[in-house]
């Protein structure tokens, strides 16, 4: 793990990655019988689940990657979904695991959540930062804010009420699933846990239409999963644990007895999505850019609805500091400082508008944090109001964000001076739908 993982801030430093290195044991075997089928099952299934696979982009054919409704922001699939099912449901209690390879809900130990859902969010560290080393972690924020966004508006369509648990820690995540703590290295797992890949817990989501349950003395058992039979040794995810962490310094932490501790939560406002929508979700691809572009600027209806849209959702909980930029075709000198700082993605003058998030460059490690799950979330509201229709548009997440060059003289402008982007999402029109 390079050593600029042990400040958090440098993931936006130019520094090149460098070539990708052997992640070691990616993933982890959970094992257990199939759960029943529920709604919760369902509801996983349309955001993870799909018959489809990525080709190749040198020979066309499919490779192994499933073409998920859910976007990967940036992260490279990290996400697993741990659920805690409540005492009074149809689970009886049960502790599940969804699993990506076959599409089914496993039954991996037992918790004491007494009513309701819990979702809790993992993410697989490896593959991001065997890839990506020290620009990693934001695009494991992005990708767990896509996939909590994504459940909340299949969960709306449902009737059920989505509720992030904003206020819990990793730590207390990690407690409440029956996970290895966050920061903990190999040598002090349990010793079930040696040779698993580590899973680092980074948010929540409660499901239910009833009062939030009581949380402060939740517990789970969980069954480890099999040992990796992959080749390699993982890298160091310590320091990147630590970056994650950082923001939670002022939260309740864990109590001695290992249950968790939790403060106030925040209903998510997210529009209900059809499975259809979320099903013919896919980011546009790069072939497409160019002939999309062809067609002229955006027109003046479709640009004042994706204005108005990205104003109401971005103010929601927006922290100090953060602000959104919206950058078309025509906004040559903001542009041409948004592809130098997006790593040289120069696919991104074929979009018809770029929205920007960012935040302070003088922001704390804390409150980058906390200003790159506001920009993850609000970009992921966009990007599925435009699947489900209401923006008539074609999207992809922008990851890779460094900050801006040290000579002036080389990218001129300086529009985004003293900003630092989080995350972009970049638009093409569809042109031809009924409004």
Known sequence: MPLLLDFADHAWSRLTPGPPTPPGPAVNAWVGSALPTTGIGALLEEVWWSE????????????????????????CYPVQTHVLFGRDGEQGGARGFYDHDTNRLLNVGDCTLSHGTVIILTVLPQRTVAKYHHRAWPGLIADAAYALTAMAAVAARTGLAATRLHRLGPESLAALAGLPPADATHQ??????????????????????????????VTSRVRAPDESR??????????LARALTVSAASAPRP?????????????????????????????????????????????????AVLLRITSDISEHERPAGCRVRVVTAGDHELLTEAVDRSSAQEWLRHSDVLVLFTASRRSSSADLVNSLWWASLTAANLLFRAAGGSLRARTRPVAGWTDG???????????????????????????GMAE
């Open 52 to 75: 489809f696979f990525h080709p190749s982009p040198e020979t066309g054919q499919p490779t192994g990657i499933r073409q998920r409704p859910t976007p990967s922001a940036g992260g």
């Open 188 to 217: 002090d797992w349990p010793g079930t846990w040696c040779g698993r890949a580590p899973e680092l817990a980074v948010t929540a989501l409660h499901l239910g239409n009833g009062p939030l349950p009581a949380l402060e003395n």
């Open 230 to 239: 992959q080749p390699g040794v993982p890298p160091d995810v310590t320091s």
């Open 255 to 303: 109590a001695s007895t290992g249950t968790a501790h939790f403060a106030t939560s925040a209903a998510l406002r997210v529009p209900a999505i059809s499975a259809a929508g979320l099903a013919r979700r896919r980011s546009i691809p790069f072939i497409d850019m160019v002939a999309a572009s062809a067609a002229g600027p955006p027109t003046p209806g479709w640009l």
């Open 405 to 431: 060059h040290h000579n002036p003289d080389v990218v001129p402008g300086g529009v985004l001076a003293g900003d630092r982007v989080l995350h972009g999402v970049a638009f093409w029109e569809e042109r």
